[in-house]
């Protein structure tokens, strides 16, 4: 496999299916422990029961949290799956307020899977410049960053405001469609196996039966100080950016390929690439000569 990168180094640097569900009276907790937030099972649980996105109709949004019916939460304090329902954040607080009646939110923990073709949002982060943290590695300014075989898979576009637009392909063995991101709106077909994505908007994490992840998640820092206190890497090159300045981290795993981009490093095959800088480059940063593991194409259709 053959990899070139432009970069200056500058320093070197799961789905569990078989884990138990949390009892059913407190999720898990002792009532000593429980607070409002679900246990982390439970909440995988409603996102995946409504298909990952609001099931109220013509809603969809992929930005969820939940909402207690069966008791409501003043009534008993409990993280029961079957008393409970992922809504987004307009829908739950309604909910809240008696907009639904308990026969009404069954119906749609029931039927809103089956209305989930596809889970679709979008990343409102505008900006000018960016800083892509990229398995480790740090792109400033840089347009393409990551190709394979000649396909690219990590690339910013911009708008007629001259707003960065982030892409991404995600590689995959499966011969299925995975998330990608097209422009700053990311989309995911139901076969996920698990999708997180906070009213917040600034973060997906996505997770597939096979192992393979991808996750992006969008953050300001203030202060050249706050982003060092964050990347100790950015020590010797803090001073080439703008502040405040908006960071983007990309992680991702390609089961199977030995291809994996994580906090600790870019990984493929045997080679780790870490704590790398780049800014300014008008050619793609990291290259990837190989488009097929043991024969297998990397982008299905």
Not at 23 to 36: F, N
Not at 192 to 215: H, M, Q, T, W
Not at 245 to 270: C, D, I, N, R
């Amino acid at each position: 496999m053959a990899v070139r990168v432009r970069a200056v180094p500058l320093q070197s640097s799961v789905v569990h299916h078989g884990e138990p569900i949390p009892t059913p009276q407190t999720g898990g907790l002792s009532m000593a422990e429980l607070t409002r937030k679900p246990p982390r099972q439970v909440l995988k649980e409603l996102r995946r029961e409504v298909g990952f996105c609001c099931p109220v109709a013509d809603c969809g949004s992929p930005y969820l949290t939940w909402h207690h019916f069966d008791p409501p939460w003043r009534v008993e304090q409990h993280h029961r799956v079957s008393g409970m329902i992922a809504l987004c954040g307009e829908h739950a607080d309604k909910a809240d307020n008696g907009a639904f009646t308990d026969d009404q939110v069954r119906t749609l923990k029931r039927e809103g899977v089956m209305r989930a073709n596809q889970v679709r949002g979008r990343f409102d982060w505008m900006r000018r410049k960016l800083l892509a943290i990229v398995g480790g590695n740090f792109y400033y300014e840089c347009n393409s960053v990551l190709s394979v075989g000649g396909v690219r898979c990590i690339w910013f576009d911009r708008d007629e405001e001259d707003s960065l637009l982030l892409n991404f392909r995600m590689p995959t063995l499966c011969g299925q469609p995975r998330a990608q991101i097209e422009q700053n709106v990311w989309t995911v077909t139901p076969c996920a196996d698990e999708v997180i994505c906070p009213p917040s908007g600034r973060l997906v994490d996505v997770k597939y039966e096979n192992g393979d992840r991808f996750k992006a998640e969008f953050k300001t820092f203030p202060r050249a100080e706050d982003l060092v206190a964050r990347y100790s890497e950015a020590q010797g090159w803090y001073s080439h950016l703008e502040y405040p300045v908006t960071v983007v981290e990309l992680y991702q795993t390609a089961a199977g390929t030995g291809l994996s981009l994580s906090p600790k490093g870019m990984e493929f095959s045997t080679n780790v690439v870490s704590g790398n800088f780049c800014s300014g480059s008008l050619g793609v940063a990291i290259e990837i000569d190989d488009a097929a593991w043991n024969g297998e194409p990397l982008f299905p259709c």
